[in-house]
Nanobody, 118 residues
Framework: QVQLVESGGGLVQPGGSLRLSCAVS????????IGWFRQAPGKEREGISC??????NYADSVKGRFTISRVNAKNTIYLQMNSLKPEDTAVYYC?????????????WGQGTQVTVSS
């Protein structure tokens, strides 16, 4: 059964950091790649990062600032977000994919709000 539960969002000042967490089922971790996408009001969904057993990838908009990681023992995926900008404000979703070479989302959690503002 696929389960994804995000946490860690909040309000942060520009230049600050947040770490998002995604708790997943063992089944999800074993059979899917896991990624993050975000959606801001009035904007299209944007894939920002993905991790599989063999690779990670990032959108150009977050490369060098965000880091995705996984801790298998905790069934958890993390997204460390540094040097946050106001344009990073969005609802962030953890989601499953078959592979990290395309932003083809299969299922996702309820989302967590990230607001970057002074």
């Amino acid at each position: 059964q696929v389960q994804l539960v995000e946490s860690g969002g909040g309000l942060v000042q520009p230049g600050g950091s947040l770490r998002l967490s995604c708790a997943v089922s063992r089944y999800t971790l074993d059979y899917y790649s896991i990624g993050w996408f975000r959606q801001a009001p009035g904007k299209e969904r944007e894939g920002i990062s993905c991790i599989s057993s063999t690779l990670t990838n990032y959108a150009d908009s977050v490369k060098g600032r965000f880091t995705i990681s996984r801790v298998n023992a905790k069934n958890t995926i993390y997204l460390q977000m540094n040097s946050l900008k106001p344009e990073d404000t969005a609802v962030y979703y953890c989601a499953t994919l078959l592979a990290c070479d395309t932003w083809n989302w299969l299922s996702w959690g309820q989302g967590t709000q990230v607001t970057v503002s002074s």
